[in-house]
């Protein structure tokens, strides 16, 4: 879930969830758990959010509230299972207002009852969550995007092209929205449609100049799905000139850099990557298997080869950085581990030409 | 053929500017058109085809051209390949027929002497059974396809001659493509536009080995040198003494699949038996370690080291690989920083020749591009043409720089590319073949730009064939030695007129060119600048023939 629907959840579901006047404007608990919210002490919120479930199970306004920091929470894990568990929890407790509230007429309820939905992959009853809530609110971007992913989950591709296209035409500067349509472009191979419709959106810049660097790199994607390394160039330099701090923008100008040929510069922007922190392990992969395959080239094997084990410690299924490294290792006289490697290498999966 | 896809630009000759481009194009030279057999169901060897042959048919001294037909758009007519006999420039049909007419569905053919008797034979590849024609002499050829032990019914795509075990007769190295079975054909889909089927739809077939008895009778070893137990997608093959030892091996460039590098293990043990090595040596794979759509092939010395890189053409989002030889069985894939790379990635790439086309003594690159899916350019809404641009890489020593090869000329969907000195001028033409057109004639504009020797091989006949393929030729410019390997089939599709031009330094006149023939022995010989020196093993030049003077552009 992206942070900024979860925020725009939480301000819905603390500010417009129908809690009854009287309860919320008396009950200290509310005020102190909504202050909480605000304050990001998502765990602190959910610990006494429950406690007071276990003795009011009902309460509307603290399923909700209760349900919103679980999905806070859910956003951070990285545990696999349990963000799936968190989502569940969630879910459970948004059911539950719904059937206290079977007359509500919360659109960002249904949202979030499809986001956990989303979440475990079921995507009918999401797409029915999602009905409802554009129902609730036609002129919600959150309704109409929940719509979309719940029918690309149906592999409805064309439909959800349409559903995000309509929340764009609320939200006209959202680049997560100009994203998704994008992979529902490639989902249908449609390339060029893909670009063709990425450069219309040049017009709906977003004003930061982080979502605009986005933006560029949605670009250079699309450039690179049609062959066009030399475009694709271009889009990345703007994306990097808008948010040079982005590290995997600077991975992938050092993978566009490679492409062109032009090593130096590669080499630069690979090295440059690898100094962020928070760069992911896919793209260090990247950069460091780009500075290992250039040294090889250089005929430096043995530099080339630390450069490309430690690649694949990273990544142990890339099988460029496996051919390299048996490249490597030939050179440098290692027969025996070239052959071990090759053996690796043919029981990986392949990549078929589509 | 999507018409509306192509450029319809005809150019205007200015002399000048057309004397800045490598290549003039001639459309309208070669009264032959493609006919892929395509009847609206997409069989996918419809896509596939096809190629030809440059060779001196009639031994009048001048190359004939032998062009292989599809299947006949119209299935109540015959098709028929034709030899166009050149006279005086102009490629004209003979008034009897040339008697290799071929009645199966054509991909390509490769011509050389199968009967050792002095002149040029075909064998032709179909998608079906193919075809073996010996020449009387005279450009007049019988079809012995039976008698000679000829019996290759798979579905087949480019074919090389060899002398696998160095007895002095040409052996026969049939690529094969895929099964298919027009019964079992379910069309493809792609956003509701039926398509040709790409190849990972179909099962992959062994390639095949025929070797000569030394009277051009065959026996096919196919299974015994380990050939029948690989299974591929072969559609472009060439020689080449990879490990230098002294006998041929094979790189078939495989579609959809892993490349073949086939050793060849007759000087090592003895016996007719090919290994592949492909995926130790680096040259299996393509950028990216994809296994890419490998189409034509080819083989050429590019840095200068001695020994031959491998090239191979591939599908769009690929890149042409470029394997580079480090000597001692290692290949590495260079084409991305080579500069190679970025320009091939929008093109379905298919003929390819390795020539110096502006005699700098660094051998440049041409490539012919097509698309495969005649309905590419609904399916990409115009962003992917079906007709696509011919290439020319520049080296640049040690990089590729792309220019223009011509002026700007219609769009053609290219797929073999044929090379040979059509005019006899002493640089190297180019023909491409094109799906369901004409062939295009890319004529050379660099003769007499640089001193260059012509040569013409001849083994004995005895010890050594004599299309003398395999022979290694070396000789000196400018203090370096540069070194050639001679074949006469690769590209895709394709055979190749059998001469060799060497290219020397601005202010020679002669080189001392060394010729190591098949089985190891050597010859040296003093070659003068601007003539064919017709080379026999065992007795030096035994002709020579002036270069005719450049055509004017």
Partial sequence: ?354 | MILASCTPQTPQKNTSEVASYPFVVEDDLINFTHESGARGLRHIGESVGSGGALFDADGDGDLDLYLVQGTATDENSPKKNILLYQNDGEFIQGEKPCGAEDSGDGMSCAAGDIDNDGDIDLYVVNDGPDSLYLNDGTGHFTDVTQERGIEMPLFGSSICFLDVELDGDLDIFVGHYIEFSIDAFTPCLREKLEVYCAPKNYPGVPCSLLINDGKGFFSDASASSGLASLLGKALGVLTSDVDGDGDQDLYVANDGEANFLLLNQWKETGEIKFIDDAYIAGCALGEGAKEEAGMGVEAADLDGDGDEEILVTNFEAQTNSCYRNDGGGMFLETSFVNGMGPPSIPNVAFGIRVLDVNLDLLPDIFITNGHVIDNIEKLTTGQTLFAQQDQLYINEGGTFKEVSPHLPAELKVGRALISGDIDNDGDLDLISTTWQGSPRVLRSTSAGSAPVIGLHLSGDGVSCHRDAIGAIINYAVQEKTITREHRVQSSYLASHDPRLLLTLGPKMTEAVVTVKWPGGTEETATLTAGSYHKWVMGKGIVSQSQFEKPTPN
């Fill in chain 1, 1 to 354: 879930m992206g942070s900024s629907f979860v925020k725009i959840l939480l301000v819905v579901l603390v500010g417009l969830a129908p809690v009854p006047q009287d309860a919320s404007s008396t009950d200290p608990r509310i005020t102190e758990l909504n202050a909480a919210m605000q304050k990001g002490q998502f765990l602190d919120v959910l610990k006494k959010g429950r406690a007071i479930l276990i003795k009011q199970p009902t309460h509307p306004h603290f399923l909700l509230i209760t349900g919103a920091a679980c999905i806070e929470l859910a956003r951070t894990l990285k545990d696999s299972e349990a963000k799936i568990q968190a989502y569940a929890e969630a879910e459970n407790l948004f059911r539950r207002f719904v059937i206290v509230n079977p007359q509500h007429n919360n659109s960002k309820v249904e949202q979030s009852l499809a986001r956990c939905c989303l979440t475990r992959e079921d995507w009918k009853n999401a797409k029915k969550h999602a009905a409802k809530a554009i129902q609730l609110s036609p002129s919600s971007t959150m309704a109409h995007r929940v719509m979309g992913e719940s029918l690309s989950g149906l592999k409805i591709h064309k439909e959800a092209i349409q559903s995000y296209k309509k929340a764009l035409a609320i939200t006209p500067r959202d680049v997560r929205l100009m994203q998704l349509v994008q992979d529902e472009y490639r989902s249908l191979r449609r390339y060029a449609e893909a670009l063709n419709f990425l450069l219309k959106q040049q017009d709906n810049l977003p004003a930061n100049n982080r979502e605009t660097a986005t933006f560029y790199q949605l670009l250079y994607r699309a450039y690179v799905s049609l062959n066009d390394v030399e475009n694709a160039q271009v889009a990345i330099s703007k994306a990097v000139s808008l948010n040079p701090k982005k590290p995997t923008l600077a991975s992938e100008m050092a993978l566009n850099l490679y492409r062109l040929g032009r090593s130096e510069d590669s080499r630069l922007w690979a090295k440059k990557a690898l100094t962020y922190q928070t760069l992911n392990n896919d793209s260090k992969a990247i950069c460091l298997r780009i500075l290992g395959q250039l040294l090889s080239h250089e005929g430096k094997y043995q530099e080339g080869l630390l450069a490309l084990e430690k690649s694949f410690q990273i990544n142990p299924d890339d099988r460029s950085t496996v051919i390299a490294m048996i490249a490597a290792l030939r050179r440098t006289g290692q027969e025996e581990r070239a052959q071990e490697f090759l053996k690796k290498m043919n029981e990986m999966p392949t990549d078929p030409r589509e």
